[in-house]
């Protein structure tokens, strides 16, 4: 049984890692393509809203439970699993609300054909299916 618990607790972590980098990339990308000042000042928003929820969501993952045993969340010596991944979901939701309005304020002022829009905005607009997976679940441990 420990093992399954040190198994869950690594795979929480790497889910908060996981979406944590993909949400950066995205930022990184999205802020080289624009010219414009006010996306890149918004772009740097959801950048610090990244950092301010997987820094600490990171280290709950991690010290969830008390040592020395900090992978035994069966038992009553931990944080509310259920809890905390409903809020890591919420936040990890607005954030993904927010990658995919992004490329559409990047993309409408441009002076290209509605056609070539709705590409490159249907590319972004793909992480809608990972928006609402977070709908319905709490997390990999749920």
Not at 10 to 31: E, K, M, P, W, Y
Not at 62 to 80: A, E, Y
Not at 82 to 99: D, M, P
Request: with cysteine; aromatic share 12%.
């Amino acid at each position: 049984m420990d093992l399954l618990q040190k198994r869950i607790q690594a795979a929480n972590i790497l889910v908060i890692l996981v979406s944590t980098f993909a949400q950066s990339s995205v930022l990184i990308f999205l802020r080289e393509i624009t010219p414009y000042m006010l996306h890149q000042a918004l772009i740097l928003f959801v950048a610090i809203l990244v950092g301010a929820a997987s820094i600490p969501s990171f280290f709950i993952a991690i010290f969830s439970c008390r040592p020395p045993s900090i992978w035994k969340f069966l038992g009553d010596r931990c944080l509310d699993q259920s809890a905390f991944w409903q809020a890591f979901a919420g936040v990890n939701l607005g954030i993904e609300l927010a990658l995919i309005s992004l490329p559409i304020l990047i993309v409408y002022p441009l002076t290209m054909e509605r056609r070539r829009k709705s590409i490159v905005v249907s590319g972004f607009g793909a992480r809608i299916a990972y928006v609402l997976d977070g709908l319905f679940s709490h997390g990999p441990s749920s």
